[in-house]
């Protein structure tokens, strides 16, 4: 095999993986593709957690043909056995001669194991092949495995002049429905959505996924999607039980600081309350995130008004903006995009390394990284 030929086949792997991109909570998106005497013999992808990986479903492809054929897999294979069997096992009885993987895992069950594992069986490992492509692929993951955390991506609407409501409260709809369809594709890729009691008191959003799989407009993925947990920041418990989305498929998770006299009718209606105790009354977000990494979330999606995404934003929690820009303007007495007091002086300025920019049907989508994290604990 070429250089050429290795990184031809991982690209092919990688656009394997992302079949798995909405249904493999809390597990990564892996692909794997098999390759004997320059040819491809099978390929298979990782479909959820629970269910074979990625290189059991293209060794299964593969059949007798797996035998001195090259692996082509995105992560490091596991050497452990979970709730299914270690795959570096599997590669090594199917006679696999050499394996090539995008990158380490990151689990420091894994880290490096599986590569020795390999090798001590005689099989030729190469990693680092498109491991920049096979990170972009699992950024939760790969946080949750390093910090303990989620990755938390921050979606915003706006008008051109940057405002997200009219003085009135009134913003339905600032953008066109494509904008919207593909709010449904970050929903459907995340694990958990967060908004804070003022958006709920004040729209009653659903918070759900409502594409459908392999539809027209939908994201043509071939497993059931999972309904993202669902996340109310309320510091003083006013959540009504009656809220819109405590009646829909999935979870709710009601955090606060302290509880009040509706706690008992949310969780007679199915809903989770959890005390996060912060400082002036507020949740501490850094316990939020230690929390939900404990429930093995990867990646969070922030859908709130200006005060908590700048809250998120100001305290260095937010790892990528996604924000969909309307072409109208709507006037300087209406809503920002972030409340972030504070920010006085151009110094204090929050930077963005812009990362992605195009059209979604009339919007401009923008997404974006902050480039100063916090270092707080």
């Known amino acids: ?112 194991a599986g590569f020795e594992r390999l090798r001590q069986a005689g099989v030729e490992v190469v990693h680092g092949i498109m491991a920049a492509e096979s990170e972009t692929l699992n950024p939760g993951f790969i946080r949750r495995m390093q910090t303990g955390r989620p990755y938390v991506r921050c979606k915003l609407a706006m008008s051109l002049d940057g405002r997200t409501a009219m003085a009135s409260g009134q913003s339905q709809w600032i953008t066109g429905s494509a904008a919207r369809l593909d709010v449904q594709r970050l929903r459907a890729r995340s694990d958990a959505i967060v908004t804070g009691i003022g958006t709920v008191l004040a729209d009653d959003p659903s918070m759900n996924v409502r594409i459908e799989v392999g539809s027209g407009g939908g994201i043509g993925y071939d497993d059931a999607l999972l309904q993202p947990l669902r996340v109310v920041l309320d510091s003083r418990l006013r959540m009504p039980a009656s809220a819109k989305m405590v009646g829909l498929a999935g979870d709710t998770l009601v955090c606060c600081v302290t509880a009040g006299p509706n706690q008992s009718l949310l969780e007679a209606a199915g809903v989770e309350v959890r005390q996060l105790t912060g400082n002036s009354g507020r949740i501490d977000l ?59 002086r151009m110094q204090d300025r929050i930077g963005l390394e812009i990362n992605d920019l195009r059209m979604v049907g009339d919007d401009i989508r923008i997404t974006a990284r902050p480039l100063v994290r916090s270092t707080a604990a």
């Open 1 to 112: 095999m070429t250089a050429a030929d290795d990184y031809r086949f991982m690209a092919r792997a990688l656009k394997i993986a992302r079949r798995g991109l909405y249904t493999t909570h809390p597990n990564p998106r892996v692909g794997c593709i098999l390759v004997r005497d320059g040819e491809p013999v099978g390929e298979g992808y990782h479909r959820r957690a629970g269910e074979p990986h990625a290189e059991p479903n293209a060794l299964r492809d593969a059949g007798a043909d797996a035998r001195g054929a090259t692996a082509y897999v995105t992560l490091e294979p596991c050497c452990h056995q979970g709730r299914t069997p270690a795959c570096t096992e599997a590669l090594i009885e199917a006679g696999v001669n050499r394996v090539v993987a995008a990158m380490q895992d990151p689990n420091p069950r894994v880290a490096g």
């Open 286 to 344: 850094g316990k939020l995130l230690d929390e939900l990494g404990r429930r093995q979330i990867n990646e969070v999606l922030i859908e709130s008004g200006p005060t908590l995404a700048g809250e998120f934003l100001g305290a260095g929690w937010v790892d990528e903006l996604v924000i969909y820009a309307a072409p109208h303007v709507m006037g300087d007495e209406a809503r920002g995009l972030f409340r972030l007091p504070g920010l006085e």
